[in-house]
Nanobody, 121 residues
């Protein structure tokens, strides 16, 4: 069984910073791409940032220059450093990973449970 657990969300003032973490655990053989999505009630889930197994990154235009995605492969963990936060960044942030479990053949996508980020004064 594989689990992704996010942490680091909370309430922050506009212009502030937060660092999200997502740790994968369980029967993991290998992790490939890892991503952060966000979702506001009533809207589609949006891809925020992604990072490949060799560290190549991509960002949504709305967060370029403000957010940084990174990963610690030895810890099976992906991070999202969020700076200069705006009210429109308020959402539930979800971690997603493409990984190969030792228990299941093939690569599958896994999701965390989400962590709330609220940007408000």
């Amino acid at each position: 069984q594989v689990q992704l657990v996010e942490s680091g969300g909370g309430l922050v003032q506009p212009g502030g910073s937060l660092r999200l973490s997502c740790a994968a655990s369980g029967s993991i053989f290998s992790i490939y791409a890892m991503r952060w999505y966000r979702q506001v009630p009533g809207k589609q889930r949006e891809l925020v940032a992604s990072i490949g197994s060799v560290g190549n990154t991509n960002y949504a235009d709305s967060v370029k220059g403000r957010f940084t995605i990174s990963r610690a492969n030895a810890k099976n963990t992906v991070y999202l450093q969020m700076n200069s936060l705006k009210s429109e960044d308020t959402a539930i942030y979800y971690c997603n990973a493409d990984l190969q479990s030792t228990a299941i053949v093939g690569v599958r996508g896994y999701w965390g449970q989400g962590t709330q980020v609220t940007v408000s004064s």
